[in-house]
């Protein structure tokens, strides 16, 4: 493997990749079409390169990329399982992505019908009462059910709550979130065993809270055992409750939020429905809510009156609009694709799986790692070095760069928060039992060379086509574009 | 189907390493009351085959671009996606990766965001461009929020020739932070000059305009710019990229924070989604900005590479204190983009732009033509254009569906006021012979 040049720099004169249809229509000048003074004086700099070039290039670079179809990618609170090659193909098909939004509903009845029995699908595996698919990822649904809960306390003249509780343990998103909704959010600590502390939840919880955001099983992989005493104190109160769906690859089948007495919800479509990540998005973040919600949810909402599908925009309490026109559609497509291949009985394996090979990787690398809270895990854990750095200086930085010697992508560092030195594991139920004891054996080695060869992790990767990058100059010196040589920077 | 590969005496013997008898002991922790009862009410699973059948017979639910020809645009726009965007999108290594994290094995997604951040730039004249918002309205309402948290006011100017949806779409993110959205009105199908300055004021953080805007109309930006310039309101512009390949960047007359909706650059209309946002700033929003950057950097080696940067105004890193709550985005939408403007280059996006033009220009001069039409503005288009018709637009659009044309967009459904006209759009993709086709089935009408 070698580095790849950029795009600009196989830039020729003159060279074209492009074709576009001959003008058949008679031609007209520039100046007839757009008067001077709405025109750009200079071309962009687009790199002039043929289609073997484009497709050479981004051959060559995409080789320089771990993704889970290479290998191992046990990223904690990301469920980077397989992604069915099925699913790609359907979403490909011209019915689905030959469609303009704004088509007369009467065309498209296949593509309304497969949102409206997704809603009824996601519905059914949250325990809630309605699904909104609109939300393009899961902090664009956590924002939306943030702005639902804002709704609902202002359709009751509750005007004081002004306050989102959230864990500790909590994803960075979801305090993000709380504020972007117009909330100032409260920190509510982790107890002993890795759940909510409940005498500090109790005094936090008063009439100025507008609800708790909470991920169950939580960012340590932990099912919160008391969280029938949560949801009593902050309902008893008048507080909502938001479940963040990331960790739902744990449930599926074995209980549902709805159940638990949450009232918003989010989905990741691309995380426990298998559409994959695409290096960072399109997701899907579609937001489920209780009854009581149903007025709030985004416009416009799938709707079905016995005959057809239609989109219903006629909602006097909406929240408005998350983005422009349903949502992510064609991730819509492969997570559809998905519930229908597995159905009740294989979704309910894939929870049981996911929990099985978290708990069996767990116990296979306990006693090298510390785990700061020894119970049975869900789909992911949460164990650090803390042992290994106080006798060696060796960080969880310097384990994971040595993993990627090991051809895995290592796990989530440094989060969560609470744990030091976190090392946050998420293996999924697409992997094997022979993929999880090579990661634990090289989990194992990796202990092992902290003590003996401590300069062989600090000096990690040693195999990748880059070694460690200068990300304090990057920060501090930012290039955030490629400039010609001899050219203007702007 | 199931996608798991474990036998079941890989279970036992993983069950035996564990220290429990079943599976079940691992889920003891969850109160009894709550585990469900009773198996999901979900259809049986299928297998590959089935699914695939059933899934081709809802596809053909639906009637597809590839049987019509579309002037619909408004906002999504139906231009052609070249083969190797697909092809390098299909490449797993791209589409099964997540964010970037690890620099040293992801240097694929990094690099290309570097090239697309760079590309942006080059559209927009601007500073910075970061990977990608969810979509153009998203866009444009992040830029509104971040324009009242720098200018620490409270007033958001939108003018009514935005698009409706991305007007919608600010309003209910501004909502949160308490921001007094205003609507500018239009006169002639553009931004009323003289409105917005009247409403101009000291308690105005930005102006939002769209160029071309929703009815296809070019604003006068410079004008505007001026206006927003002398109140210190940050004027925010909301473009379609391939227009930028003829337009003015919008650097050059002024815009301190550029969005728009990236579908055009080689992604498909997937009835909406995923699209992808483009955000562009001038470099004092440089830390303000929402979303993932990407800088160049050396390695302990010496080498160049790429990682994520100025990370401390993101979510992840800066929790409550963080510019934004966006995590995942649309990198793989900004893929498609960054790779159909490889396909493009220099040459191609400005012919492509120009042809969109006399295309647009022909069927508009045609229309015009049609007794009892008339186009609605005179302010100068460039790929899309709104016509009176003395027949209800939604009646045309229903009539012409047999001829297997999408006629437009019928303006009356977001504004009252223009319920007699249409708005068409043209791309590369209409032929003439379309272009007659609808023309002869307009005058059918009358």
Redo the contacts between chains.
């Keep these: 493997m070698r580095?790849?040049p950029?795009?600009?720099e196989y830039?020729r004169p003159g060279?074209?990749?492009?074709s576009?249809?001959a003008?058949?229509?008679?031609?007209?000048s520039?100046d007839?079409?757009?008067?001077a003074?709405?025109?750009?004086?200079t071309?962009?700099?687009?790199?002039?390169?043929s289609?073997v070039?484009?497709?050479r290039?981004?051959?060559k670079?995409?080789?320089?990329?771990?993704?889970?179809?290479?290998g191992f990618?046990p990223?904690g609170s990301?469920t980077?399982?397989?992604?069915?090659k099925?699913n790609?193909?359907?979403a490909?098909?011209?019915?689905?992505?030959?469609?303009?939004?704004?088509?007369?509903e009467e065309?498209?009845?296949?593509?309304l019908?497969?949102m409206y029995d997704l809603q009824t699908?996601l519905a059914?595996?949250a325990g809630m009462d309605k699904i909104c698919l609109q939300p393009?990822?899961?902090?664009?649904g956590?924002?939306t059910g943030?702005?639902i809960i804002?709704a609902y306390h202002r359709s009751r003249n509750d005007t004081k709550r002004t306050k989102i509780l959230i864990p500790d343990s909590a994803?960075?998103?979801n305090?993000?979130?709380?504020?972007?909704?117009?909330f100032?959010?409260v920190e509510v600590p982790s107890d002993s065993r890795g759940g909510v502390d409940i005498a500090a939840l109790d005094k936090l919880m008063d009439d100025t809270v507008a609800g708790l955001m909470l991920t169950n099983p939580n960012t340590l992989g932990?099912?919160d055992?008391n969280?029938?005493e949560i949801e009593r104190i902050v309902h008893s109160r008048g507080g909502l409750l938001y479940y963040d769906g990331a960790n739902a690859n744990a449930i599926?089948?074995?209980?549902?939020p709805g159940?638990?007495g949450f009232d918003v919800m989010h989905f990741?479509l691309?995380k426990t429905f298998?559409t994959?990540?695409?290096?960072?998005?399109?997701?899907s973040g579609p937001v489920g809510v209780k009854k009581h919600l149903i007025p709030f949810l985004?416009?416009p909402t799938v709707e079905f009156d016995g005959k057809r599908y239609y989109l219903d925009y006629d909602r006097p309490q909406t929240?408005?609009?998350?983005?422009?026109?349903?949502?992510?559609?064609?991730?819509m497509?492969k997570a559809y694709?998905y519930?229908?291949?597995?159905?009740?009985?294989?979704?309910?394996?894939?929870s049981?799986?996911a929990?099985?090979?978290a708990?069996?990787l767990l116990?296979?690398i306990v006693g090298y790692y510390d785990l700061p809270y020894d119970?049975?895990c869900?789909h992911e854990f949460v164990v650090n070095p803390a042992r290994i750095k106080k006798e060696t200086g060796i960080h969880t930085m310097d384990i994971?760069?040595r993993l990627?010697d090991y051809g895995v992508?290592?796990p989530?560092?440094y989060?969560p928060l609470i744990v030091d030195e976190a090392l946050m594991i998420e293996p999924t139920?697409?992997?094997?039992?022979d993929?999880l004891d090579y990661f634990a054996d090289a989990l194992i080695a990796i202990a092992k060379e902290a003590y003996e060869d401590p300069e062989k992790l600090r000096?990690a990767?040693h195999t990748?086509?880059?070694?460690?990058?200068?990300?304090a100059?990057?920060?501090r010196n930012?290039?955030?574009?490629?400039v010609r040589e001899g050219s203007q920077a702007? | 189907m199931n996608y798991l590969p474990n036998t079941d005496k890989d279970r036992q013997e993983m069950l035996k390493t564990i220290g429990v008898k079943s599976i079940d002991e691992l889920f003891a922790d969850i109160p009894p009351a709550l585990r469900m009862k009773r198996p999901l009410n979900l259809p049986a699973g299928m297998s590959e085959w089935e699914l695939q059948k059933h899934m081709r017979e809802l596809a053909a639910q639906n009637k597809n671009l590839t049987e019509y020809a579309c002037f619909i645009g408004a906002g999504a726009y139906d231009h052609y996606v070249p083969a190797v965007v697909r092809h390098v999108l299909a490449r797993s290594e791209f589409y099964t990766a997540y964010t970037p994290y690890q620099p040293e094995v992801s240097q694929a997604v990094l690099q290309s965001i570097f090239e697309y951040q760079t590309m942006i730039c080059e559209l927009t004249g601007m500073d910075a461009a970061n990977a990608s918002m969810y979509d153009g309205a998203s866009a444009a309402a992040e830029a509104v929020t971040i324009a009242a948290g720098l200018t620490r006011r409270k007033v958001a100017l939108v003018s009514r020739t935005v698009h409706p949806e991305t007007r919608e779409t600010i309003r209910t993110y501004a909502a949160g932070h308490e921001i007094d959205v205003k609507e500018i009105p239009m006169k002639g199908g553009i931004t009323s000059v003289e409105d917005l300055k009247a409403m101009l004021g000291p308690e105005v953080a930005c102006l939002v305009i769209q160029h071309p805007n929703f009815f296809g109309c070019l604003e006068p930006m410079r004008e505007i710019s001026g206006l927003a310039a002398a109140h210190g309101a940050t004027l925010i512009a909301s473009v379609n990229p391939l227009s930028l390949g003829i337009l003015e960047p919008p650097g050059e007359y002024g815009a301190e924070i550029v969005v728009g909706e990236g579908q055009p650059l080689g992604n498909p209309l997937a009835f909406g989604g995923p699209y992808l946002g483009i955000f562009a700033v001038r470099n004092k929003y440089l830390r303000r900005m929402p979303g993932r950057l990407v800088g160049m950097t050396k390695d302990v080696r010496g080498q160049r590479g790429f990682v994520l940067t100025l990370q401390t105004r993101e979510q992840h890193i800066r929790r409550e204190k963080a510019t934004s709550n966006i995590c995942s985005n649309e990198a793989l939408n900004a893929l498609a983009a960054v790779v159909y403007l490889s396909w493009l280059g220099k040459e191609g996006l400005k012919e492509l732009a120009l042809l969109c033009a006399k295309k647009a220009r022909y069927l508009r001069e045609r229309i015009a033509r049609i007794k009892g039409f008339e186009i609605s503005f005179n302010a100068p288009v460039w790929n899309e254009f709104a016509v009176k018709c003395p027949v209800d637009p939604e009646k045309i659009v229903k009539s012409l569906l047999d001829r297997r044309i999408l006629a437009g967009y019928p303006l009356g459904r977001a504004y009252p006021e223009l319920k007699d006209h249409l708005l068409i759009a043209v791309t590369e993709k209409r032929t003439r012979e379309e272009m007659d086709a609808l023309v002869s089935g307009l005058e059918g009408l009358v």
Aim: charged share 25%; with cysteine.
């Design positions: 580095l790849e950029l795009i600009f830039s060279r074209k990749a492009y576009l249809p003008l058949d229509v008679p031609d007209a520039i007839e079409l757009i008067p003074e709405y025109r750009r004086k071309d962009a700099d687009l790199p002039e390169v289609e070039d484009v497709v290039h981004f051959t670079l995409s080789q320089l990329n771990h993704g889970v179809d290479i990618y990223l990301c980077m399982k397989y992604n069915p099925v790609e193909e359907v490909n098909l011209p019915g689905f992505t030959e469609l303009h939004p704004y088509m007369p065309l498209v009845q296949g593509a019908k497969l699908y059914e595996i393009a990822a899961g902090a664009h956590e924002l943030i702005n804002r994803h960075g998103t305090p993000a979130s709380g504020v972007l909704g117009g100032t959010t932990l099912f055992e969280i029938q599926m089948g074995i209980c549902r159940d638990m990741n691309h298998s994959p990540h695409g290096g960072g998005g399109p997701g985004p416009v929240i408005g609009r998350m983005k422009s026109f349903y949502g992510n559609f064609l991730v497509v694709a519930i229908r291949a597995l159905g009740a009985d294989g979704l309910k394996k894939v049981e799986d929990v099985l090979n708990n069996y116990r296979r119970r049975h869900k994971s760069k990627l992508h290592p989530t560092n989060f139920e697409t992997e094997s039992k993929t000096g990767p990748t086509v880059v070694g460690r990058l200068d990300e100059g990057a920060a930012p290039v955030l574009r490629w702007r």
